[in-house]
T-cell receptor
Framework: DAGVIQSPRHEVTEMGQEVTLRCKPISGHDYLFWYRQTMMRGLELLIYFNNNVPIDDSGMPEDRFSAKMPNASFSTLKIQPSEPRDSAVYFC???????????????FGPGTRLTVL | DQQVKQNSPSLSVQEGRISILNCDYTNSMFDYFLWYKKYPAEGPTFLISISSIKDKNEDGRFTVFLNKSAKHLSLHIVPSQPGDSAVYFCAASGTYKYIFGTGTRLKVLA
């Protein structure tokens, strides 16, 4: 398996523009997670899906952020409109199960480095 | 409020010596703990974990220690190798999600 795939790897955009980040999870994983990494807060969970259904989006910072998972092999994280404070590295991760037991460890993609000017 | 804290942003260790990375947590409901390792331009990769019913778990050169009374865990790497140079994140879980720390950058000097 190729692992979790994310695109693009780098995105530079101007404030106010729409940004769409993409993720392909590992085949067979039932859970998909979107994280944001910043220096101050480390890795923050934004939202997670179970079998393509959003379960908890309490980490999504604002209404400008939205995520979808139309099928088991694809998810998007959209920011509209983008702002400079959204600049961060965004990771997608997938797993067989939820956290808490061996075997449910999350596998991360390489991340998308977003810069909003 | 950070529930999982890694108070040392960076650490340098000589090759062959022991590296000790520390992590503190505040929520006594956490019952599963993990360490992830991250190289530049890559995503974090799972390294080792420990359940709250144990106080030690070992995997090769990596050992994680858990002190529940102090709400503290540590990762020991012995002996340290240059390839261990990376950012290490600790994470804790009590319900359905991991709470990650801010990471410690380890540099192993040859």
């Amino acid at each position: 398996d190729a692992g979790v795939i994310q695109s693009p790897r780098h995105e530079v955009t101007e404030m106010g523009q729409e940004v769409t980040l993409r993720c392909k999870p590992i085949s067979g994983h039932d859970y998909l997670f979107w994280y944001r990494q910043t220096m101050m807060r480390g890795l923050e969970l934004l939202i997670y899906f179970n079998n393509n259904v959003p379960i908890d989006d309490s980490g999504m910072p604002e209404d400008r952020f939205s995520a979808k998972m139309p099928n088991a092999s694809f998810s998007t994280l959209k920011i509209q409109p983008s702002e400079p404070r959204d600049s961060a590295v965004y990771f997608c991760a997938s797993s067989f199960g939820l956290a808490g037991v061996p075997g449910d460890e999350q596998f991360f993609g390489p991340g998308t480095r977003l810069t909003v000017l | 409020d950070q529930q999982v804290k890694q108070n040392s942003p960076s650490l340098s260790v000589q090759e062959g010596r022991i590296s000790i990375l520390n992590c503190d947590y505040t929520n006594s409901m956490f019952d599963y703990f993990l360490w992830y390792k991250k190289y530049p331009a890559e995503g974090p990769t799972f390294l080792i974990s420990i359940s709250s019913i144990k106080d030690k778990n070992e995997d090769g050169r990596f050992t994680v220690f858990l002190n529940k009374s102090a709400k503290h865990l540590s990762l020991h790497i012995v002996p340290s190798q240059p390839g261990d140079s990376a950012v290490y994140f600790c994470a804790a879980s009590g319900t359905y999600k991991y709470i990650f720390g801010t990471g410690t950058r380890l540099k192993v000097l040859a």
